[in-house]
């Protein structure tokens, strides 16, 4: 391949990355053509890109980033697919549903939430990180049940003021 071709890739996964607030780098080898097929297409369900890449050029362009992640340096070995995601979890949940079928793919590290997560040992916390969406839905609902509350009371409250004024009235008679 030559440079210019490596320039014009290097320059593409630059403006993936920019343009994609998470990813994850993952080892999906020796998955046969079938497994990786549906791998895709999952990902594609869950508006997830997938991308095979070469370590070197994927340093090159991780190298030219927004991002400060010069510790996912150290994963770049082997085979390396790399998921671009708006949503931080929704990569983390794929794989963990993919693997109750297939053994991989298998987490090299993960950059959600302006964080750094090394390991296929951090599966689990990646699947429970929240995203945004899923924050502002449980912010939404912390303010909206003292109101709740305080609605439901005064239309209860109308109810026994009301008996109370019957009662005062009937006992002036």
């Known amino acids: 391949m030559k440079r210019e071709e ?30 990786t097929s549906l791998l895709r297409r999952r990902c594609f369900e869950s508006k997830v890109k997938m991308v095979v890449v070469k370590n070197t050029l994927l340093k090159r362009a991780l190298e030219k980033t927004d991002y400060k992640v010069e510790e996912l340096y150290d994963v770049l070995k082997g085979s390396t697919s790399i998921m ?7 990569p983390a949940k794929l794989i963990k549903e993919f693997r109750k079928k297939f053994e991989k793919p298998l987490i090299k590290a993960a950059y959600v939430e302006e964080c750094v997560y090394i390991g296929d040992d951090q599966l689990e916390n990646l699947v429970n990180v929240k995203s945004k969406d899923e924050l502002l839905g ?10 709740k509350k ?8 109308n109810n026994i003021l009301a008996g109370v004024l019957e009662t005062l009235s009937d006992k002036s008679e």
Request: proline letters at 4%.
């Open 138 to 147: 449980d912010l939404i609902g912390l303010l909206q049940s003292p109101m």
């Open 150 to 157: 305080v609605i439901s009371q005064l239309k209860s409250g």
């Open 84 to 90: 671009l995601t708006e949503t931080g979890n929704s």
């Open 6 to 35: 490596k320039d014009i890739i290097v320059n593409s996964l630059v403006d993936q990355l920019n343009d994609s607030p998470h990813f994850y780098l993952t080892d999906s080898s020796e998955l046969n053509a079938e497994a």
